[in-house]
């Protein structure tokens, strides 16, 4: 926008990092895993972004890989750090298929703790209600809205599928949306496209807590 310019961060491995930078303040949508983070705060300043101006980070779901930054910047530069309100409970309870009653919630609690621990992820002290917003967009609840300069954000809440309190963020204006993993429109894809698709669900364990998504 004339006031907003987005910048992406990748990481060697784990979820890309969205910036989104209006005059000196930042506000970051997702990050990869938690040991990246002193590479990323040393390296950042060397592209011209000071990690200590982040004032807000927007997260899609609390997997590691998509994380791993948030205590650590709450902690040394006072980011204010947002999710859905469900994250709470996952973090709480080590388990990121909490609350989707899938059939594997054992499997993905032991999944779960082993990634935090070899990945460094460590919980935030206060997650942040979104600021509150309603109606739908495309099918989707919409369960809060954010304001960046000139910049309209749009929190769709997920139908579910790969994890419980996963959101999307959607700018209407400009048509942009940061779905995190994947969003995927099934009514789009051919039966040949769905049966590749489901070729997963057969080789090995689905990293979706819920896997009915896979097409039968």
Known sequence: TPRVSLFMVACPSGGNSYLLRSGEDLTLIDSSYGLYWPDAKRQLPACG???ARIRRAL???????????????EAEFGTAIYMHPGAADIFRHQNRAYGSGSRLMALNGYFTKLVNRFTDLRTPETIRPFPPAT??????????????????LLVLESLGG???????YFAPREGLLFCADYLIDFGSLSERMKSTLSIARYLMTSTNSDSGVFAG
Do not use: K, N, S
């Open 59 to 73: 997260y899609t779901h609390p997997d590691a890989d998509h994380v791993g930054w948030a205590a650590p910047l």
């Open 49 to 51: 972004i000071d990690p």
């Open 135 to 152: 109606g739908q967009v495309g099918g989707f609840d919409v369960i809060g809205r954010l304001e960046i300069a000139d910049l309209e």
């Open 162 to 168: 790969h994890v419980p309190a996963d959101v999307f």
